[in-house]
């Protein structure tokens, strides 16, 4: 009997038209364009800017150009996912929002939180109601509006991170590409080190905590890059050596584009060379749960049906993983 899996069949996305340079973030905190690049690989990033515009608005346009790019009718769509950790607030739901605005109607949709690993945790979450044959058409998207909760006045935050969405229509196959293997995993152990400190339940929204501002990303940088160089290339190679991969099988590792040190650290223990490694943290930075769709976007034209591709990302929580797909667009290799 022949296996049911959940294959990409579509990819979109979305950035902002303002363009934050390292220059321009000079001027708020003390850095320069050489600092960023040789720590991070960043040049710039995008923000988007205007009043009362959520990630809702990202995820909004990113939805809307898949729709488009897959010929899909709104109706059609049985599940959507937005995977964030910005949402336009703490209820409804983004993806709840995102639906309303595009005519998603004959669907539920909920918000998934996993940090910079998001996009890898709803990827995954909505292949099994694909490969379970519950639904046909599913949504992810991975959208992060990451300047609202970036505090422009510490400069160890402020210059990773971007706004931008990308999102991903799932769809059954019986042929051999889809979602072929993942692993998944988490430890709360790391909540210290990686966290946005008020806002919630424990420590909800005060004089004094807008005050400290604790409203604001904050990180302990050298821990996390730590257990992010280490567990993200681990998790990539676990994959490969279950499926028998080498880096001569892989076409392109898709990374989560947080630093670039941390990328080039996964791809030495892939085995592979840089010109199988997606890059566009230069002109992005960090997006969050938008980092990984956004790359497929920028690369769809290189890839070919049959393409062995290796997602990887690593994210607050901590969470971290990895997923093997094989491409399932365009011409046969």
């Known amino acids: ?8 069949t579509g990819v979109a996305g979305y950035v902002p038209s303002y363009v934050l340079t390292n220059d321009e973030l000079a001027t708020m905190v003390d850095t320069n364009d050489e600092w960023i690049t040789e720590r991070t690989g960043i040049k710039e990033r995008r923000i988007l800017k205007g009043e009362e515009k959520g990630t809702s608005i990202l995820g909004i346009e990113a939805t809307k150009r898949l729709l488009e790019k897959t010929n899909t009718s709104p109706e059609e ?18 993806a709840n929002i995102i639906s309303a605005e595009v005519g998603i109607k004959n669907a539920f949709s ?30 992810v998207v991975g959208a992060d509006k990451m300047s609202s909760i970036v505090d422009y006045q510490d400069r160890t935050t402020c210059i ?29 152990a790391g909540e210290p080190y990686l966290n946005m400190p008020a806002g919630g339940s424990r420590k909800p929204a005060s004089h004094q905590t807008v005050e400290n501002r604790e409203h604001y990303a904050k990180q302990d940088g050298r821990t996390v890059f730590k257990f992010a160089v280490t567990h993200m290339a ?15 099988d892989i076409a392109f590792l898709v990374p989560h584009q947080a630093n670039k040190r941390i990328i080039d650290a ?6 592979i060379g840089d010109e199988k490694v997606m890059l566009n943290i230069q002109r992005y ?15 769809e034209n ?29 011409d046969e290799k």
């Open 1 to 8: 009997m022949t296996k049911m899996r959940a294959a990409i």
């Open 77 to 94: 769509v049985d599940l959507l996912i937005c995977c964030t950790v910005t949402g336009d607030m703490p209820f409804p739901a983004t």
């Open 110 to 139: 909920y918000d998934l939180n996993a940090a910079c690993s998001g996009f890898l945790y709803g990827l995954v979450t909505g292949a099994q109601f694909v490969q379970s044959g519950t639904y046909k058409k599913v949504i």
């Open 160 to 188: 990773l991170f971007g706004d931008g969405a990308g999102a991903v229509m799932l769809e059954p196959t019986e042929g051999e590409n889809g979602i072929m293997d993942f692993y998944l995993r988490s430890d709360g």
């Open 234 to 248: 681990e998790a990539a190679a676990k994959v490969m050596e279950e499926n028998k991969l080498t880096g001569d």
């Open 266 to 271: 996964t791809a030495r223990r892939m085995d």
């Open 285 to 299: 930075g960090n997006t969050t749960s938008g980092t990984i769709p956004l790359c497929l976007v920028d690369y």
């Open 302 to 330: 290189q890839l070919k049906k049959g393409d062995n591709l290796i997602l990887a990302a690593f994210g607050g929580g901590f969470t971290w993983g990895a997923v093997y797909v094989k491409w399932a667009i365009g």
